[in-house]
């Protein structure tokens, strides 16, 4: 897999040491579990600063889909039951069953991120930092998840992005700006053209 696409993936299903839940980190599992859908424009940045944009669709429990520019011939999504990576220049794709993939916490509300993660200091009172990662699994990168305090927001925080590090130490970071909260998303969007060429029927 490229290292953008580990970048992507590398969100907060991985694992770190916490001794227990801080408040910090409850507040964030109540945001996480207050969230059943939500929309955003995301802006990718890679570590040669090169840019690419696109909009993010989430629906709980399962589903969530990253479409990128027009263009851009890369879709990650989940359709409930897999994480498909697909990369339509080449005519490929990847698959993971979504509770072992590094979405699964996303994806998944009632996981206990207590296990997976830790506050990580700010100099912003108004900013929650929470940083993951598997010491089992490094080729899953590190994650650090960006949160602002905004009372109009689920349980109080929005998701403002993420910071990605991959197991080479590539760095891409993810801005999100336009989230909209538990609005109906089709589950049509979740749904996609598979790049994969079809056997001939004989």
């Known amino acids: 897999m490229t290292s953008r696409a580990l970048a992507l993936l590398a969100l907060p299903a991985l694992v770190a040491a916490a001794p227990?839940?801080?408040p910090d980190l409850a507040?964030?599992?109540?945001?996480?579990?207050?969230?059943?859908?939500?929309?955003?424009t995301f802006t990718q940045t890679d570590r040669n600063g090169k840019t690419l944009t696109?909009?993010?669709s989430l629906k709980r429990p399962g589903k969530i889909r990253f479409q990128y520019e027009k263009g851009v011939p890369i879709l990650v999504v989940a359709d409930g039951n897999s994480l498909?990576?697909?990369?339509?220049?080449?005519?490929?794709k990847q698959r993971w069953p979504i509770g072992g993939s590094p979405l699964g916490v996303l994806l998944d509300p009632?996981?206990?991120?207590?296990r997976y993660a830790r506050m990580v200091p700010t100099a912003d009172p108004a900013i929650l930092s929470v940083e993951a990662n598997d010491p089992k699994h490094p080729e899953y990168g590190r994650i650090t998840l960006i949160f602002e305090k905004n009372?109009?927001?689920?349980?109080?925080?929005?998701l403002r992005g993420w910071v990605a590090l991959d197991a080479q130490n590539n760095r891409t970071t993810i801005r999100l700006s336009g989230q909209k909260f538990n609005?109906?998303?089709?589950?049509g969007t979740f749904r996609f053209n598979d790049p994969t060429p079809t056997?001939?029927?004989?």
Do not use: E, N
């Open 20 to 22: 227990a839940a801080s």
């Open 27 to 40: 507040k964030i599992q109540a945001h996480l579990a207050a969230v059943r859908s939500m929309t955003a």
């Open 54 to 56: 696109g909009t993010l």
């Open 84 to 92: 498909w990576f697909l990369d339509y220049s080449v005519k490929q």
């Open 110 to 114: 009632s996981k206990d991120i207590s």
């Open 151 to 158: 009372a109009s927001a689920p349980a109080g925080l929005m």
């Open 183 to 187: 609005v109906p998303i089709s589950d």
């Open 199 to 202: 056997a001939p029927r004989k």
